[in-house]
C-alpha cells in the first residue's frame, strides 16, 4: 500500500520540496519538488514501471529488504519558482554524485555551489581586452566544479563545428559563466567525427596545445563583452 496525503493536505500544501532517504543508512538518495501527492510517487513507479533508473532500483532494492523509503518535507507553502530555488540549493548541498537525480538543480550553472575563490572570480572578475588572435571556447555544460587541470583542457579542446577561421587563432580560452579558467597555445587542428543529438555523423575538429604561460594574465578576468550568441566558441580577431 502506497501513502498519499489527504486530499485537504493535498490542495493546501502548495508547492514543497522534499527528499527520499534509504532507511537502513539513512542516506538522502534523491531530492524532488512538486505539488500534491508527487512525494510518494517514486515508490509507485518502482512497483509499476520496470524501467531500471538509479533511482527506481534503489527503492526497490530497500523494499526488497520488507523496508520503507524515509520521506522527508524540507519546505512547503513554496511558490513554484521558490520551489525550484530550494531544491538546487538542497540538491548543491547534498552532491549530485550521491543522489539518483538526473540532473542538477535549476540554474545551478550560473548561481549554483561554489567556492569563494569561484564566488570572487564570477563577481569581480575585471573586464579585459583580448589583442591576441583567440578562440573563446565556452563548455559550460561539461563543466564542474573543481575540474582537473586534465579534464578542463579535455573539454576545451573539442569536438567543435568550427571553420577555416580557427587556423588564424593562435590561442583558445576555456571559458566559464564570462571569466577566463585557462589560456592554451594551439599547435595544430585535426578532424573528427562526432554524433549530433539524431545520432547523424558531423566533422567536426578538435585541437592540440597546452598551457600558455604567457597568456595566464588573462586567467581570472571577464570576457562577457566579447560573448553574445549561444554558440559555445567565439573568434577574436581572427
Same mark, same amino acid.
Given at each position: 500500500?502506497?501513502?498519499?496525503?489527504?486530499?485537504?493536505?493535498?490542495?493546501?500544501?502548495?508547492?514543497?520540496?522534499?527528499?527520499?532517504?534509504?532507511?537502513?543508512?539513512?542516506?538522502?538518495?534523491?531530492?524532488?519538488?512538486?505539488?500534491?501527492?508527487?512525494?510518494?510517487?517514486?515508490?509507485?513507479?518502482?512497483?509499476?514501471?520496470?524501467?531500471?533508473?538509479?533511482?527506481?532500483?534503489?527503492?526497490?532494492?530497500?523494499?526488497?529488504?520488507?523496508?520503507?523509503?524515509?520521506?522527508?518535507?524540507?519546505?512547503?507553502?513554496?511558490?513554484? +519558482?521558490? %520551489?525550484?530555488? @530550494?531544491?538546487?540549493? $538542497?540538491?548543491?548541498? =547534498?552532491?549530485?554524485?550521491?543522489?539518483?537525480?538526473? !540532473?542538477?538543480?535549476?540554474?545551478?550553472?550560473?548561481?549554483?555551489?561554489?567556492?569563494?575563490?569561484?564566488?570572487?572570480?564570477?563577481?569581480?572578475?575585471?573586464?579585459?581586452?583580448?589583442?591576441?588572435?583567440?578562440?573563446?571556447?565556452?563548455?559550460?555544460?561539461?563543466?564542474?566544479?573543481?575540474?582537473?587541470?586534465?579534464?578542463?583542457?579535455?573539454?576545451?579542446?573539442?569536438?567543435?563545428?568550427?571553420?577555416?577561421?580557427?587556423?588564424?587563432? +593562435?590561442? %583558445?580560452?576555456? @571559458?566559464?559563466?564570462? $571569466?577566463?579558467?585557462? =589560456?592554451?597555445?594551439?599547435?595544430?587542428?585535426?578532424? !573528427?567525427?562526432?554524433?549530433?543529438?539524431?545520432?547523424?555523423?558531423?566533422?567536426?575538429?578538435?585541437?592540440?596545445?597546452?598551457?600558455?604561460?604567457?597568456?595566464?594574465?588573462?586567467?581570472?578576468?571577464?570576457?562577457?563583452?566579447?560573448?553574445?550568441?549561444?554558440?559555445?566558441?567565439?573568434?577574436?580577431?581572427?
Amino acid at each position: 500500500m502506497t501513502l498519499e496525503f489527504p486530499k485537504s493536505v493535498a490542495v493546501r500544501i502548495g508547492y514543497y520540496v522534499y527528499i527520499l532517504r534509504d532507511p537502513e543508512t539513512d542516506e538522502v538518495f534523491y531530492v524532488g519538488k512538486g505539488t500534491g501527492n508527487r512525494v510518494f510517487t517514486h515508490v509507485r513507479a518502482a512497483i509499476e514501471n520496470p524501467s531500471k533508473n538509479d533511482r527506481l532500483q534503489r527503492i526497490r532494492k530497500i523494499r526488497a529488504k520488507d523496508l520503507e523509503v524515509k520521506y522527508e518535507i524540507l519546505r512547503h507553502g513554496l511558490s513554484e +519558482k521558490e %520551489a525550484y530555488e @530550494v531544491e538546487a540549493a $538542497v540538491i548543491d548541498y =547534498v552532491c549530485l554524485p550521491n543522489l539518483t537525480n538526473k !540532473v542538477i538543480g535549476h540554474d545551478t550553472e550560473n548561481r549554483g555551489r561554489m567556492t569563494v575563490p569561484a564566488i570572487v572570480a564570477a563577481y569581480g572578475a575585471e573586464p579585459v581586452e583580448i589583442k591576441e588572435a583567440v578562440l573563446l571556447i565556452i563548455p559550460n555544460k561539461l563543466f564542474e566544479r573543481n575540474i582537473t587541470p586534465e579534464k578542463l583542457y579535455e573539454i576545451t579542446r573539442g569536438n567543435w563545428v568550427v571553420g577555416e577561421r580557427r587556423n588564424k587563432a +593562435k590561442y %583558445a580560452f576555456s @571559458v566559464y559563466n564570462g $571569466v577566463v579558467i585557462e =589560456v592554451y597555445r594551439i599547435s595544430r587542428w585535426f578532424p !573528427v567525427q562526432a554524433r549530433d543529438k539524431q545520432q547523424k555523423t558531423q566533422n567536426r575538429w578538435r585541437f592540440d596545445g597546452e598551457v600558455a604561460a604567457e597568456l595566464q594574465y588573462y586567467v581570472g578576468k571577464s570576457v562577457a563583452s566579447y560573448i553574445g550568441a549561444q554558440n559555445p566558441v567565439r573568434y577574436v580577431n581572427c
